[in-house]
C-alpha cells in the first residue's frame, strides 16, 4: 500500500541525516575521517579534540571521542593535526554528502568542477559516480567507454535504492567489527 511506503521513506531519510553529522560539531561532515571503530568525524573536529585532550608529553594515541577506545599513533613526533590527516577518509560518507546535495539539488557537474566551472549537475552515471550538466552527459554518451552505462536524472536517485543500498551496507560494516 501506498501509505506504508512514504512511512518507511521518511524514517529513513531521518536515519540518512543523523548519518552525516559529525557529533562534535552537529553539522554535516567536512572531510570526513574514520577511527578504527568506525566512529567518524571532520578532520578539523577530531585534529581539535586531540589537542584538546593529549596533555601527554609522549602520547601512544587518543580515545575516540564517542566509544572511548584507544586509537594508536604511529610516529608519536607527528602533531595531531598530521594524526587526523593520516586518518582513512570515510568515503561512504562522502558518497551520501553528495547524494544529499542531489536530493537538494545542490549538486554541481563533478566534471566540470574538475575544470573550476559551477555548473548544476541534471544527470548521474552509476557506474563513474559521478554527477555531470547538460553538455557533459552528452560527452558522456559519446565516448566508447562511457557509451553504455547508466545515467539517471539527479531528480530520480533519492526515488530508487541507492540510499537504502548504502545505508544497509554501513549497518553491515558496523556489525561485522563489532567484537
Ligand atoms: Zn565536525
Ligand atoms: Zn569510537
Ligand atoms: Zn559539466
Ligand atoms: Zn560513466
Not at 581539535?48 to 587518543?62: A, D, L, Q, R
Not at 604511529?74 to 582513512?88: C, G, I, M, R, Y
Amino acid at each position: 500500500m501506498a501509505t506504508s511506503t512514504v512511512v518507511k521513506v521518511e524514517s529513513l531519510k531521518d536515519n540518512f541525516d543523523d548519518l552525516l553529522t559529525c557529533t562534535i560539531c552537529l553539522e554535516t561532515f567536512k572531510e570526513p575521517k574514520y577511527l578504527p571503530c568506525l566512529h567518524t568525524f571532520c578532520e578539523a573536529c577530531i585534529h581539535t579534540y586531540i589537542n584538546s585532550t593529549n596533555k601527554e608529553e609522549k602520547p601512544i594515541g587518543f580515545k575516540c571521542p564517542v566509544c572511548r577506545r584507544l586509537v594508536s599513533i604511529v610516529d608519536n613526533k607527528e602533531n595531531s593535526e598530521t594524526w587526523a590527516k593520516q586518518l582513512p577518509l570515510n568515503h561512504l560518507i562522502m558518497s551520501m554528502i553528495d547524494r544529499k546535495a542531489m536530493k537538494t539539488s545542490e549538486k554541481l557537474c563533478d566534471a566540470c568542477s574538475f575544470r573550476n566551472l559551477s555548473q548544476n549537475a541534471m544527470s548521474f552515471c552509476t557506474v563513474c559516480e559521478e554527477a555531470y550538466c547538460e553538455n557533459c552527459e552528452v560527452h558522456h554518451k559519446t565516448y566508447k567507454i562511457t557509451r553504455n552505462h547508466k545515467i539517471v536524472p539527479i531528480k530520480d536517485i533519492n526515488t530508487d535504492n541507492n540510499a537504502l543500498n548504502f545505508l544497509e551496507l554501513s549497518h553491515v560494516t558496523n556489525i561485522k567489527t563489532r567484537e
